[in-house]
Structures are given as structure tokens and as C-alpha cells.
């Protein structure tokens, strides 16, 4: 089931849910689901509401009143206003933390004894089909990277690995967006990785049951077209699993929490010589059973 944050100007934001064939958006309010976001809903909804919606994703559009069909809706990034920063993974695929040494000019032993842990703020997240700054006047080193996101759904705190899987809501994607020059610079990612405009997010999140477990997804990322990324999810160094637990032994992990799990090679700063983004860029970031999250640099 994939949920949507989605305006039909001049309308406030509203949430809905996609139809199976995914033409057509059927508000949430139709049914008297009311909540005003998404975090609230991942915190509130019921067990009963999430069944009534995915009994509600299989009806013809003609039998749900009020049914946009999704060319007209603007859809928003699923979580457009996150509460708190991105937790991050970085160079969590065997293959980027090779591209990464290579371009830092740094020694590579092949050996990842523990996860690299970071935030990116998050005043407000891009929205799909939405602009990235490409700030020419602080950085020349603008690089792209898809990454699968894991929402919390259910508050975790000391859980074990085989409890996570019941903590999960959903999946989205998120675009990492890196200034690499201001991320060296500092040495800690915060700075490069956090500027206004550095989160896209969408198109949708697709609630945990719709996937298998763990997710075993393609996850490719396209320039103008030209296949930069391609692997998979099952590609992991540090799994879900192993993430969630163990950043819950010490982080009470909130409902709507996002943890973005790193991206796999094929960045800009692993090709010689580097290909970073510049203005009128398009890049396409696709992970099987989510859909695609594109946006422009500008």
C-alpha cells in the first residue's frame, strides 16, 4: 500500500492512498480517516484504519467518492516537515566505500567493524519533481545519492534485531544530496549534507506489509537519463535490523523517525574524473516496489 501527501491547489495539503495500478489518489477524509500529517498518522493510526485502506486501494475509482486522479494532484514529499533530522547511514555498500576511499585518496583494507552514523537537517524536504539548489556561489562538487529510508512506526528503545520488523512503518526514498568540497572540508558530513534544499523525499511511502523482509530492492539512480547506480538494497553492509537495534540501546527512537540507509557506487565522486551535478540536471532515483523520485537541479 503506498501513502501520499498530495495538493490539489488552491487546497491545503492532504494525505491519500494510491489505487493498485497507481492513477488515481483516494483522500484519506473519504473515509473519515482524519489526520492532518503523516507523522500523525504513523503514530496514531489503527490496526483496523491500515486495513480499511488497503481494502480501499483495490476499489475502481469509480466506487470511492472524491478519487483524484494522480495528473492532477501535486504530490508532496510524504513527510514534508520531518520533526527531527535524517538519521544516516554513510558508506553502508561495500562497492561506495571503495569509491569513497578512492576519491578521499585513502587507504581501503575492505573492512567495516562498525556503522557509520550521521544527521542531515531536515527543515523541509523536496518534493518530488521539485528543485535542488545547487548553490555554485559555496560548493562545486554537487553529488547525488539514492538511498532506501526506513520510517519507525511503533517507539523503539532497547529493542533486539528480530524485534524491529514490528517497530517498521513504511519505506520511502530519500536523495542524499552531498556538497562533497564542504563535506571534506569539515571533516563531519553535517555542513555538506545539510543544506536548505538537500533532502528530495518521496514519492510515496509504501507501508512495511507490501514488502518483503528485509527489503531486497533494486535501487538504481539515473542523470539525464544515463544509469549511474545500480544494485541492491540486500547489499547492506549493516542491515535494517542491526541499525535499528542498536541505535535503540542508547536513542528512543520516535514514531516517524527516518533513518536513511546509505547508498550503493556510482556517485559523482566515483567516477575519474568526478561527474558532479551542475544546473539543469536531472536526476532519477528508483528503488523497486517504491517507484521513482525525480528532481532538477536549478
Not at 535524517?86 to 566505500?97: D, E, F, Q, R, T
Request: hydrophobic share 35%.
Amino acid at each position: 500500500m503506498k501513502l501520499v501527501t498530495y495538493q490539489l491547489e488552491p487546497f491545503p495539503a492532504s494525505l491519500g492512498v494510491m489505487n493498485l495500478d497507481e492513477t488515481w489518489i483516494y483522500p484519506l477524509r473519504s473515509f473519515e480517516i482524519e489526520y492532518d500529517t503523516m507523522e500523525t498518522l504513523i503514530r496514531e493510526i489503527s490496526e483496523g484504519e491500515m486495513q480499511r485502506l488497503e481494502y480501499i486501494s483495490s476499489r475502481s475509482p469509480e466506487a470511492v467518492p472524491g478519487a483524484v486522479p494522480i495528473k492532477d494532484a501535486r504530490l508532496l514529499a510524504p513527510i514534508p516537515h520531518p520533526k527531527q533530522d535524517i538519521i544516516c547511514l554513510g558508506i553502508n555498500y561495500m562497492a561506495h566505500a571503495e569509491e569513497s576511499a578512492r576519491f578521499k585518496k585513502e587507504d581501503f583494507d575492505g573492512q567495516r567493524p562498525h556503522a557509520v552514523y550521521f544527521s542531515k537537517r531536515a527543515n523541509e524536504a523536496v518534493n518530488p519533481g521539485g528543485c535542488i539548489p545547487s548553490y555554485s556561489d559555496i560548493t562545486d562538487s554537487l553529488d547525488y545519492e539514492a538511498e532506501l529510508a526506513v520510517i519507525i512506526g511503533k517507539e523503539a528503545k532497547n529493542i533486539s534485531a528480530d524485534q524491529v520488523r514490528s517497530h517498521i512503518f513504511g519505506y520511502t526514498i530519500i536523495n542524499d544530496v552531498s556538497a562533497r568540497d564542504l563535506q571534506n572540508r569539515h571533516s563531519q558530513w553535517y555542513f555538506g549534507k545539510s543544506l536548505d534544499g538537500f533532502l528530495p523525499m518521496g514519492p510515496c511511502i509504501v507501508t512495511a506489509a507490501s514488502l518483503p523482509y528485509p527489503p531486497s530492492l533494486s535501487i538504481r539512480s539515473l542523470v539525464n537519463g544515463e544509469l549511474r547506480q545500480d544494485s541492491n538494497t540486500s547489499l547492506l553492509i549493516f542491515g535494517i535490523d542491526q541499525v535499528v537495534s542498536e541505535l535503540s540501546r542508547g536513542i528512543t527512537l520516535k514514531p516517524g523517525t527516518i533513518i536513511s540507509t546509505g547508498t550503493p557506487a556510482g556517485v559523482g565522486m566515483g567516477f575519474h574524473p568526478p561527474r558532479f551535478l551542475k544546473p539543469g540536471d536531472q536526476v532519477d532515483c528508483v528503488i523497486e516496489g517504491i517507484g521513482t523520485l525525480s528532481n532538477t537541479v536549478k
